[in-house]
């Protein structure tokens, strides 16, 4: 393998360990002081393997809950009183970053929990029609791991980039929930699953497959598949390979499930915000940058070893889409069909960009229609209007 990386874990003068932005090893690699190796057998994504760290920080989490003393949902309306929801974006993308907003006041009319947003490239006018809203807007903060002239060029990288330094962006809450700028919330108790997820201690986020994925991973058959040939093709395989990873760590990821950054939730105090900029340090140097987020927290959880809660497909709702003309709602596409939580737009350019865009979208007697599914545009038309 190419790179700069030893994968036996022995530095030289060819092969340095790598390091943070600090200069401090790198967590993960083999030469550095790992917070658990990929060897290990984890429980629940790498909970058994978890560093002392970590440990000592959900036992304390968990002491917190029984004094606490409540239920998960009861814990997660508190928990919503302590959490600030993050979003992040451009000018062209401001129009989602509104709806959002607004979906949030919908969604809890008693008082939606306080709103923050990433300047990743908006106008000075969108930035004051937020602030006028009470929405709290910050800007990445400087550090020599994020790559300037990158931003300079690509400013809405800044969003991406963003995720993995809330903590330190937004002080003062405890939880932190991020929605990318092209969700937005249908049912409030998603939100309420992600914060009391996020609550325990660990990374509260949906993992990829499932049963709406119709391939897990995808493979390249070699030699038309004699003996049984194949190059992995997954999300975590191909960035990690670009992100000039060990061989070890790509082989113990690649076949894991990739973890959706597009909604997400984490304590403030939470081991995972280093881990997790530690591997955005590495990835940023060769990787690719628009997914450099997504592949950091699953090292943080597949390779470190660090918790994570896996949530329920509803918390990010991506496709195929159902409509229940009764509940006038959006609902997952096969039995129960529970009503939607959070819906993210994932895959839906043409509609990002233009609200009057629609996609195919099948009732409960699996008739087509075709339906815009912004969020204004949606309630307008589940009003009847």
Known sequence: MRGCLNLRGRPSLNNPPPRGSKGEPLVGFEGAKPLAGPGAAPQRFGRSAASNQAQAFAAAVGRGKER???????MAGSTLARALIVTGGDSVYFPMIDELRQSLLAAFPAGAPPFGVIDAGLTVDQTAALRAHGVLVATLPEDRSLPAEMLRKRPALAANFGKLWLDRMFPGHEVLIWLDADTWVQDPAAVE?????????????????????ERHIEVRWLLNGLWSLAQVRSFNMKNGRHAGLPLKVLRD???????????????????????????????????????????????????????????PDTCNYIRPWR??????????????????????????????????????????????????????????????E
Do not use: C
């Open 253 to 311: 990821i690649a076949t894991r499930p990739l973890l959706n950054a597009g909604v997400f939730g984490l304590r403030a105090d939470a081991p995972h915000w280093d881990a997790m900029r530690r591997w955005q340090a590495h990835i940023l140097r060769r990787g690719k940058p628009f997914t450099s987020d997504q592949i950091a927290m699953a090292l943080a959880i597949h390779t470190d070893g660090l918790p994570a809660e896996l949530l």
């Open 323 to 384: 409509f229940d003309p009764k509940q006038a709602a959006l609902v997952e596409f096969y039995y129960p069909y529970p009503k939607v939580g959070i819906v993210h737009l994932a895959g839906q350019k043409e509609m990002r960009f233009d609200p009057a865009a629609t996609t195919e979208v099948v009732d409960m007697e699996n008739r087509v229609h075709r339906l815009s599914l912004r969020f204004g545009r949606f309630q307008a038309m589940a009003r009847g």
């Open 193 to 213: 699953l992600v914060a009391g997820a996020a609550d325990t201690g660990a990374l509260a986020i949906v993992p990829g497959g499932g049963r709406y994925w």
């Open 68 to 74: 606490a003393g409540s239920g998960a949902m009861g």
